[in-house]
């Protein structure tokens, strides 16, 4: 796409795709490197799934800096939903779309659901 749309050297486009590529890699590594759970985050949510409890999380950041928090934290397997920031369902805080999108994909009244972080109706 740089090549065709904006007319840019194969050799400039390539170098700047390993720019961003190596970006987005650092990126990870201190995504990786900074996640620290406040308590055994996979045992509480171990529980939770063992009592039928449906799990979400809801974020402004990015899908992808999520998902390597997630990963390095081993609950992916243990999260029902995930929306993003940048997700095209997402609706921005402060507002309560989200949370309503979710407990009406889960068929739960936001009422009857624990939201940790700040949230208003």
Known sequence: MLH??????HSKA???AEDA???VSAMTDLIEATVKPVCDVR?????LRAE???IAIC?????????????????????DRILCGDDPD?????AP????????????????????GKWRA
């Open 4 to 9: 065709y749309k904006y007319r840019m050297t």
């Open 14 to 16: 390539q170098l700047l």
């Open 43 to 47: 045992a509480v949510m171990t529980e």
């Open 97 to 116: 779309d989200n949370v309503r999108l979710i407990c009406a994909e889960f068929g739960i009244e936001p009422e009857n659901a624990a939201v940790i």
């Open 90 to 94: 997402n609706v921005p805080k402060p």
């Open 59 to 79: 974020t402004s950041d990015s899908r992808d800096s999520t998902m390597v928090a997630v990963e390095s934290l081993g609950i992916a397997s243990l999260v």
């Open 21 to 23: 590529w190596d970006t």
């Open 52 to 54: 039928g409890v449906k």
